[in-house]
């Protein structure tokens, strides 16, 4: 029996303020014959002031001096603030979560809102001296975020919307929430639309957050990526009611089914800004739980964009989708990302040869055998496989051929020194692997190409030069499935 304490799911480095939990791992019999480790986390995802100020993120690879590339090359508002858009359908905070001066909660909110969450840096300093210690690898002075001022700018009607009977027998939705709904997609845009005309890229990325995450540190997070994309995008985040609070059981189960509830508030989110006249790229960027809930989005929105008779990379834009320690199991996400290719019957409008193109770029996933967050989660689930821990050993060369042949996905795995406690953030927390996140979004690199010399393991596998393969592999058990070994 072992106990492990650290915060759950969260950027969890002894660097970063977070909530401390208590995991006791042990095993148990389910059944006559089975015995699995199970996880039984006692009670606590205790106290701690949730907004408190963050470390900004270690300086990735790329930029660090001498030697490094520039941050801002570009023109950009000399701010040390980063404002961010935020939309979210997390409902009114809690008086816990308001003495905490938290925005948003952990409820769920019966309608989407949307409006700008600034990013301020303590303690204050100029723009110049932002800039030098953000290429430093050392740094000599502290950056720190803080949640600043939250202007919500906008909401949606709640709901479900109302219905109107037509002397007909029709059901139509009641005209003033329709208007209320057309008055509020106008607000949206035309605060996307300020956005983008001071945007050097014409760009947006859009993060997900995933469990155990407040508005202020999936705030944080997103900001921290803006900052070292040299601030050119339009930010923006999509914030859900992911619970931070009391037993972890249930509020993982909870978080579970908010990241179903919230898949249509983030469907909308993407075919609304997808569709924004003047915008290049989408790029879209999840974290953790966050990924499930992005994939299920997008594979709605490839299904109702197909449905409709459209090309989905001309309807929505989208340019990179990037997983980040997905947890997802790993068929599940399989389904999410191939499904469509398996139902013929569904590509209606197009001579059945072709498939429609959902992306202009690719899905890049990056994973960690190592990740001690998704171990508790797989666990859990009594899931084989997931996503965010699998390596190139993990599929099948027929499975590596069938995605290469797509020439869309690339997994890149991660197997250095942990730089987080549960190493589940390593996205931010390891200058090596932010800084091919930067060579992807901001400059368009290709693995292989200069910049991202990673080592290729397989026709769609890849992993960090620091890393290395798993050398005493467990037995492996291969199923059925022509994809995927068993582990």
């Known amino acids: 029996m072992a106990i492990l304490q650290g915060p759950l799911w969260g950027r969890g480095s002894a660097r970063v303020p977070g909530r401390p939990a208590s995991i006791l791992v042990l095993t148990m019999t389910l059944g006559s014959s089975v015995r699995i480790p199970a996880v039984v986390i006692l009670v606590l995802v205790v106290g701690g002031c949730a ?101 919500e700018l906008g909401t949606y009607p709640p709901e479900p919307y109302q219905i109107e009977i037509l002397s007909t027998g ?43 995450e407040t508005f202020a540190t999936a705030a944080f997070t997103a900001a921290e990526l803006c900052h070292f994309l040299g601030r050119e995008p339009v930010c923006a985040f999509f914030t859900w009611p ?6 972890f059981l249930i509020s993982y189960t909870n978080t579970t089914e908010s990241a179903q509830y919230a898949v249509d508030h983030l469907k909308k989110t993407i075919r609304l800004i997808g569709s924004q006249p003047g915008v290049k790229r989408v790029h879209l960027l999840a974290h953790s ?46 389904q999410r990302i191939t499904g469509h290719i398996s139902d013929p019957d569904l590509i209606t409008v197009w001579s059945k040869r072709r498939l429609p193109r959902g992306l202009h770029g690719q899905l890049t996933i990056y994973t960690s055998p190592e990740d001690r967050a998704l171990l508790v989660a797989r666990i859990l689930f009594r899931s084989r496989h997931r996503l965010g821990q699998i390596t190139a050993d993990d599929i099948r060369p027929e499975g590596q051929k069938f995605l290469a042949e797509t020439g869309k996905v690339n997994l890149i795995t991660y197997e250095g020194k942990r ?7 390593y996205f931010t927390t390891n200058p090596e692997v932010s800084s091919d996140v930067i060579q992807l979004l901001r400059y ?38 022509p994809f995927f070994i068993g582990q």
């Open 51 to 151: 907004t408190k100020p963050r470390e900004l993120m270690p300086t990735p690879l790329i930029y660090e001096q001498p030697g490094g590339k520039p941050l801002f090359d570009r023109p950009t508002e000399r701010s040390t603030a980063v404002d961010l858009l935020y939309i979210t359908d997390r409902g009114e905070p809690t008086p816990e979560e308001a003495a905490l001066k938290l925005p948003y909660g952990e409820t769920r909110g019966r309608r989407l809102a949307f409006g700008s969450a600034k990013i301020d840096i303590e303690p204050p300093i100029t723009w110049e001296q932002l800039e030098h210690q953000s290429q430093l690898g050392e740094r000599t002075q502290p950056i720190n975020l803080q949640l600043g001022a939250v202007t």
């Open 170 to 212: 029709e059901a139509i939705r009641a005209p003033e929430f329709q208007k209320r709904h057309d008055a509020a997609s106008r607000s949206l845009r035309a605060e996307i639309a300020r956005r983008l005309e001071v945007s050097p890229s014409k760009e947006i990325t859009l993060f997900v957050h995933g469990f155990n």
């Open 242 to 247: 992911a619970s931070h609070t009391g037993n």
């Open 289 to 334: 739980r966050g990924a499930e809930l992005m994939l299920s989005a997008a594979h709605q929105l490839l299904i109702e964009t197909i449905a409709a008779g459209q090309e989905p990379v001309e309807r929505l834009k989208l340019g990179e989708l990037v997983l980040f320690s997905p947890d997802v199991d790993m068929e599940i996400a399989a």
């Open 419 to 425: 730089t987080d406690l549960f190493g589940h953030s």
């Open 444 to 481: 368009g690199k290709r693995l292989g190409e200069p910049g991202r010399e990673l080592v290729q393991t397989g026709p769609v596998t890849w992993e960090f030069p620091t890393g290395s393969r798993r050398q005493d592999q467990m037995a492996q058990t291969r199923t059925k499935d």
